[in-house]
């Protein structure tokens, strides 16, 4: 099988439990995944801490932080944190930031009049810091004066700065400030091609996509494990995802059929469940990951399910080409065939 410019990477769940975290970074490298990323969530862990722990008991692996809001930290002491870490791991770590979900930072008291201004703003400065440039900003939300990071506290090389977002306003501002998207899951092809239309990039752009996933020799018990975790795609927030598939209309239709998020999920038709998880053989998920790099993504990013997440990332380590936790793994490991 031809592999296609991308890489693959596995998230750790936000709700991992704190005693399986080393665990799970330490496998995933030895595993030969390409990139393993934290979720900064409200009311689970912080994602620069996860970052950090994740980041010095490995020694290979690229960790991305998915994502910080916007709102919720400043962005000069964000930059010092993130320029810490990429000095102390060089090459090894990407930051996403994003709005956060509305009713969370609504919650914190901490959704701005204009998200769109505030997440050009944040990114923009982010990078300027990174960058070693001295900033004089004085925008809207961002105010700074005169800030430059010490030339001793700077990494050789800035650590990419990409927009965790969806909806084509915000996607159109992650094109023209952002190193890379991170394009929350469901990711189909549909969605990218279209996504990317939003974006409309002008210079070299990272398109980092999320999706659930299973491997099982048995297709149908991948498919059941990925089905509960996509009761949530016909909601509202989610409608950029599955507004470009052709069974839009009629998932939409089975909603509203449905009592609740667990009846609709349990009805959704096995071809749907495919289209909208990476789920199936190992040599059917790596067929749905070249359909993925051929659309433009450029990071897939596979999200294990529960119950037991060690579990299901010992199952998809058959995706990228399987090594026993503790084995010298190669930096280039090949694509199976």
């Known amino acids: 099988m031809t592999r ?164 084509p306003k915000s996607l159109a501002v992650s094109g023209e400030v952002a190193d890379g998207t991170v394009l929350a899951e469901p990711v189909t092809p549909a969605y990218v091609r279209d996504a990317l239309t939003h974006i409309s990039p002008t210079r070299p752009h990272r398109l980092v996509a999320y999706n659930v996933a299973a491997v099982d020799d048995d297709p149908a018990v991948a498919l059941a494990a990925v089905r509960p975790t996509l009761d949530v795609v016909a909601e509202p927030d989610w409608r950029p995802h599955v507004a470009p598939l052709p069974f839009h209309d009629d998932l939409l239709a089975l909603r509203s059929r449905c009592d609740g998020p667990q009846e609709f999920a349990a009805a959704l038709p096995d071809d749907w469940v495919r289209q909208l998880a990476v789920a199936g053989t190992p040599d059917q998920a790596r067929s749905r990951l070249e359909e993925l790099f051929a659309a433009g993504v450029t990071s897939a990013v596979l999200t294990p399910v529960g119950p037991d997440y060690l579990a299901s990332l010992d199952a998809l380590a058959a995706v990228p080409g399987r090594a026993a936790p503790g084995d010298a793994v190669s930096p280039a490991r090949p694509w199976p065939v």
Do not use: C
Request: hydrophobic share 50%; charged share 20%; glycine share 12%.
């Open 4 to 167: 296609h410019n991308g890489t693959i990477g596995v998230l750790l769940p936000r709700d991992t439990p704190a005693r399986d975290i080393i665990t799970f970074a330490r496998r995933a490298e030895a595993y030969g995944f390409d990139e393993l990323w934290v979720v900064e969530d409200l009311g689970y862990r912080g994602g620069l801490a996860q970052a950090a722990t994740v980041l010095a008991v490995t020694d290979r692996i690229r960790v991305g932080i998915g994502l910080l809001p916007a709102a919720a930290r400043n962005v000069a002491f964000t930059a010092m944190e993130v320029a810490t870490l990429a000095q102390l791991h060089p090459g090894r770590i990407d930051v996403a930031v994003g709005h956060g979900m509305p009713a969370w930072m609504d919650g914190i008291g901490a959704w701005p009049a204009s998200p769109l201004t505030l997440l050009a703003e944040y990114i923009s400065v982010l990078k300027e810091l990174l960058s070693g440039r001295l900033v004089h900003h004085d925008g809207r939300y961002l105010r700074i004066d005169g800030l430059r990071l010490d030339a001793g506290s700077l990494p050789e090389t800035a650590p990419a700065v990409l927009a965790g977002v969806r909806g």
